[in-house]
C-alpha cells in the first residue's frame, strides 16, 4: 500500500513538472516569431546576391517554418529572377511533387488510364487523376532532376528560365509559376492532352 501512495506522489509531482505554463509558450512563440522575421528581413536585403543565398539556404537546408516563409517570399515575388530561383531551390530540395491532371476530352483513351495505373497513380471519378513524383537528385549530363524508377534515375524536370519542363507520359509539358504558387501548363500523356497543375506551396 505504501509503495503504490509513493508511487502516485512520484507520478502526481512528475504531471506537476511537466506542466508549461501560458508564459513558457509565450516565451517560445515570441522567439521563433522574433527568428522568422530576422530571416525575412534578409530575405529582403538590399544586396540581391545576399538575399537569394539565403532564400536557397532557407528552401533547402531550413527547417519547416522557415521553408514555409522562403517559399512564400519567392513564390509571391514580382522578380523574375527570385522566383527562378526559388523554382530551383524547391527542385533542389528533392521534394514529392504531386502532378494533377485533367484531361481535355472528356473521354481519354486507356492509355491514359493504363499510364496513370503503371506510375502508382489515382484516377478519380471525373477521370482527373493524381501521380507523386520523389525528385532523387540533379543529372549534370542530361541538365535535368531525376526521379527513381526501378534501377534507372529518368529525367523528370528541366528548367529555362521561369519554365519548367516535366517528362511523363511520354512528351514533356511545359509549366509556367502562377501567382498562387501553383505550377500550371499542358501534358500529353499517351496522345491524350491534360490541363497540369503542381502545387508548391507548403
Not at 532564400?55 to 514555409?68: H, M, S
Request: aromatic share 6%.
Amino acid at each position: 500500500m505504501r509503495l503504490m501512495i509513493a508511487l502516485i506522489v512520484v507520478l502526481a509531482a512528475s504531471a506537476v513538472a511537466a506542466q508549461v505554463s501560458l508564459d513558457d509558450a509565450d516565451e517560445v512563440m515570441d522567439a521563433r516569431s522574433k527568428e522568422l522575421r530576422a530571416f525575412q528581413d534578409r530575405l529582403n536585403d538590399a544586396d540581391p546576391d545576399r538575399a537569394l543565398a539565403v532564400l536557397k539556404l532557407l528552401i533547402v537546408k531550413g527547417d519547416p517554418d522557415q521553408r514555409r516563409l522562403a517559399i512564400r517570399h519567392g513564390l509571391q515575388s514580382t522578380d523574375s529572377a527570385i522566383r527562378a530561383t526559388t523554382l530551383r531551390a524547391i527542385l533542389d530540395s528533392k521534394p514529392t511533387l504531386v502532378l494533377t491532371f485533367v484531361p481535355v476530352s472528356e473521354e481519354p483513351d486507356t492509355y491514359y488510364f493504363r499510364t496513370i495505373k503503371q506510375s502508382a497513380g489515382v484516377v478519380k471519378d471525373d477521370k482527373s487523376s493524381e501521380v507523386l513524383r520523389k525528385i532523387s537528385g540533379f543529372d549534370e549530363k542530361e541538365q535535368c532532376w531525376t526521379y527513381t524508377h526501378g534501377v534507372y534515375t529518368p529525367c523528370l524536370a528541366r528548367m529555362r528560365g521561369e519554365v519548367v519542363n516535366i517528362n511523363f507520359g511520354g512528351s514533356w509539358g511545359n509549366y509556367t509559376l502562377d501567382n498562387s504558387g501553383k505550377l500550371i501548363g499542358q501534358q500529353a500523356i499517351n496522345d491524350n492532352l491534360t490541363n497540369a497543375t503542381i502545387d508548391l506551396n507548403e
